[in-house]
C-alpha cells in the first residue's frame, strides 16, 4: 500500500469507532485505616454517567448537599496544543486511561494495525479486560457522555417488559423516557441537511440499501448539537464532528453531561465534585453509614495519596463495571457483609457485534464522513436487531459500510474478582446468538445489493464479526433480584445503584437514555 494511504488509514480510522493502589488493598489493616484522613457527608455520589449527573443534579435540586467523586480528570483545561481534547490523528497522554497504547474498535485493515502507542497518563478512554471480554469505558467528569456516539433510542417496550418488568408501565414510557430526553438536551438532525451534505453519503447509501431489502429506517436522536454541525459544514465555526474528534472527546458540538445535569447541579452551588479520586472499597459502619476508601491520582496516572469519606447515603454510578466491582471488593474484605448473592450476576453485552460490508463502485460511502451516526435499522419486531450505520472516516472514498449492531439476546454471565481483579464468566461463544441474528439481518442486505462481508477489520484475516468487546456493559446490580424497588441494594438500602448494573445484559438499544430515566425514577424514591 503506497505510503500516503496507509497513513490514512492508520490515522484516520481512529474516528470509527489499573491496577489497585498497593495503599488500599483486601489486605489493609486497621491501623492503615485508622490512619487515613476523613470526611463526612450525608451524600456521597460515585462516578459522574448518566445515572450518577441524575442523582448528584436531583439532590442538589432538593437542597441536599452532595460530594461527587470522579475517578478521571475534569476535562476543561487546554492542553499546550490550546484544546481540551486531543487530535484522533495523534493520540497523546489524554487519549489512554492508564495505558500505553490505544485500543481501536477497528483493529486493522488491509492487513494494517492502527493502534498507535501515547504517553501513560490519566486520560478519556479506558479498554478494560474482563478475560474473553473487555469493555470500553469513558473515563472523567461525564462519564460515558465525554466519548460515546450520544445515541439515544426509546427501548421497545416489548423488550423491556420481557428483562425488567418492574419498570416497563405507562409511567415510564410517558413520563420518564421524555423526561430525560429533556434534560438530557436530545435533538436530531435536520432532514434537508441530512439528505443534501456530503457528510451523511456513508449513511444515505447503507440506509438505501436496507430499504430495498424491506427494512424499517430510524432516525436516532442525539445530545450531539445538530445545528452546531451545520455551521460546521458552513465553515463559520471550528469543527468537531466533521473533523473526525468522537472517542477521545469531541471540543465542540457535543453536549455531554457536563453541560447538561452536572452543570445544573452545580450551579446550585451544593455539589462538590473531586476528580482523580478512585473509590476502591466500602464499609458498611456500626453506627449507621458507611466509610468509603479512596486513591487520588495525578494527571499522570500515578497514585498521590490515600482518603476515606463517610456517608450517610451512597449512591453508585461507577458504572456497570465499576459498580459491581466496589460492591464485590467490599463484600470480599468483609466491609458489606449483608449483599444479595445476586450481586455480580445478570452481566451482558448488550448484544454489541460490530463488522462492516464492501459496497460496488455504484454505493459510494463518501471521502467525507461525520463521526455521529443518525440512521437505524430497525428490524427489532422481526429479526430482534438494532443496527446503527456507523462512521469509517478513512479520508478518501473506502466503499465501506461500518456498523454497529445491537441484538436482542438472552446470553449472561457473571462479575467475579479473581486476585483483586474483575472478570467476566463470558466466553466469546455466547456471542453466537446475537452474531446469528445480525447475520441473518444482512445477509439479506447482501444478497440483495451484490455486496460482502469485510474479513480484515478485527485483527486477522477472516473475522466478521466482533465477540471479544463492547460498549454497552450492564448488569451486575440487577434492579429487584441485588436491589429492591428503590435501587438500594438488598442487605445495605442505604448504598443505592442509579447506573447500567441495574440493566440485566441486554435491552435491544444503546442504553444511555434507559439508564437516565430508570435514575430518574430511583431518585423520586430516594428524595
Known sequence: MHTSRRNLFKGSLIAAGAGLASCITARSTAADVASLPKQSYTNIVVGSGYGAAVAAYRLTKKGHRVLLLEMGQRWNQPSSDGKIFPSMLTPDERSVWLGHSTSQPVKTIEGISLDQSVPYGAGILDFKSLGQMSVYRGIGYGGGSLVNGGISPRPSRNVLSNVLPQIADNNFFRYYLPLAERRL??????????????????????????????????????????????????????????????????????????????????????????????????????????????????????????????????????????????????????GLTRLSPEVGKGWGTNGNITFGRTNPNNLPTGSNQSTIAVTGIDCRLSLGTYNEVAPLPLGFENYISYYLSIAETSERCEIKLVDGQPQVTWKVSQADEAIAKVRQT????????????????????????????????????????????????????????????????????????TITALAERIMDSNL
Open 185 to 334: 438536551n436530545l435533538n436530531s438532525i435536520n432532514p434537508n441537511f441530512f439528505e443534501e451534505t456530503e457528510w451523511y453519503q456513508f449513511s444515505r447509501t447503507a440506509r438505501d440499501s436496507a430499504k430495498r431489502a424491506g427494512y424499517d429506517i430510524a432516525n436516532m436522536p442525539n445530545f450531539y448539537d445538530f445545528s452546531y454541525m451545520e455551521r460546521e459544514a458552513a465553515g463559520t465555526v471550528p469543527k468537531s464532528a466533521l473533523a473526525n474528534e468522537l472517542i477521545y472527546g469531541n471540543n465542540y458540538g457535543r453536549k455531554s453531561l457536563t453541560h447538561t445535569y452536572l452543570s445544573r447541579a452545580e450551579q446550585t452551588g451544593l455539589l462538590t465534585v473531586q476528580t482523580l479520586t478512585e473509590v476502591i472499597s466500602i464499609n458498611a459502619l456500626a453506627t449507621g453509614g458507611f466509610e468509603l476508601f479512596c486513591i487520588e491520582r495525578n494527571k499522570s496516572g500515578m497514585t498521590i495519596g490515600n482518603m476515606t469519606f463517610r456517608a450517610k447515603k451512597i449512591f453508585l454510578g461507577a458504572g456497570s463495571v465499576g459498580t459491581t466491582e466496589i460492591l464485590l471488593r467490599s463484600q470480599e474484605n468483609g
Open 442 to 513: 444482512f445477509d439479506r442486505i447482501n444478497d440483495m445489493e451484490g455486496t460482502s462481508y469485510r474479513t480484515d477489520l478485527f485483527g486477522y484475516e477472516g473475522k466478521i464479526f466482533t465477540n471479544d468487546w463492547t460498549y454497552h456493559p450492564l448488569g451486575g446490580a440487577v434492579f429487584g433480584k441485588a436491589t429492591n424497588d428503590k435501587g438500594g441494594l438488598k442487605g445495605h438500602e442505604g448504598l443505592v445503584v442509579v447506573d447500567g448494573a441495574l440493566l440485566p445484559g441486554s435491552i435491544g438499544v444503546n442504553p444511555l437514555l
